[in-house]
């Protein structure tokens, strides 16, 4: 497993590119036959994917977390941006389609991935935080979900929303996690933007052409930096920071949250006008 320190307010201010992407950007996760995890400081987040081809994965417990399986303390959401796979946890298996979801919560749980077609692996996404509380492991089909549309045309900011894990749909102790799909000619997520002092965000990008890119916005609304992401990569935004983006083609991104408040609504919101 990885470790991955994020820089502070004060310190993020004269860093360069390179430091702005090394601290701040997780490029290359979904390498085929690999599980691969990435440990945060921020929220003691875990960050990861399971891409299976032809034989099972197994989730491991890193010696880092000195434990005896990744969630004896632990809860974790499974997010599938690739084609039908199957999560088995504890001999009982789910058999996600694209976009589809698995809450795992806080138990001593073995969690294997398995793809349908080696050919056309399932490519889930791993987004972990400590739980003080256990729920049970719930499937979350994507097409059973209705979509919340916000901005328009004219804004460039058309985008329907899905909620995955929360307070009104499947429960957990502190994870939040949806995601948000960019409408054929709207570019630009998250506008106006918010930061949230009460939880940290992280943003995987998925759909988005291998040969275009987004410029992700980040940092106070009065000294905002860009990285510029690729598909499949994860931005990771600390409390005192925006998370806004424009694309070079339309894009979706899953979100997810960890902190003391699972509140949808509860954001610090700015004006367009108060960005530079």
């Known amino acids: 497993m990885n470790f991955l320190q994020l820089a502070d307010e004060i310190r993020y201010k004269s860093m360069s590119t390179e430091e702005l992407r090394a601290h701040f950007l997780i490029l290359d996760l979904f390498s085929p036959g690999q599980v691969q995890l990435v440990y945060v400081d921020l929220d ?13 994965l197994v989730l491991p417990c890193p010696a880092e977390l000195r434990a005896e399986a990744f969630t004896d303390r632990r809860e974790l959401a499974v997010f599938n941006i690739g084609s039908e796979g199957s999560v088995t946890v504890d001999g009982e298996s789910y058999i996600l389609g694209n976009r589809d979801a698995l809450y795992i919560g806080r138990g001593r749980h073995t969690v294997t991935f398995s793809s349908a ?9 791993i987004l972990s935080y ?18 919340q549309t916000i ?40 506008m106006p933007p918010h930061t949230h002092m009460r939880r940290s965000e992280v943003y995987l990008y998925f759909d988005l052409p291998a040969d275009q890119r ?42 997810g949250m960890g902190g003391e408040n699972q509140v949808y609504t509860d954001m610090d919101p700015l004006h367009i006008s108060d960005l530079y």
């Open 44 to 56: 003691r987040t875990v960050i990861g994917s399971a891409v299976p081809i032809r034989e099972p």
């Open 117 to 125: 077609d080696p050919d056309q692996p399932a490519e889930f996404y």
């Open 130 to 147: 400590p739980a003080h509380a256990q729920h049970p492991t719930v499937h979350i089909r994507a097409s059973g979900l209705s979509a």
């Open 151 to 190: 901005g328009a045309p004219a804004t460039a900011n058309h985008r329907s929303i899905k909620k995955l894990i929360h307070l009104e749909g499947t429960k957990s102790c502190q994870l939040v996690l949806g995601f948000t799909t960019l409408h054929t000619g709207s570019v630009w997520n998250t």
């Open 214 to 255: 987004v410029v992700h916005l980040m940092g106070p609304a009065n000294e905002t930096r860009h990285i510029v992401v690729a598909n499949k990569q994860v931005v990771i935004s600390p409390l005192w920071s925006i998370h806004a983006g424009v694309g070079t083609a339309s894009y979706s991104f899953c979100w």
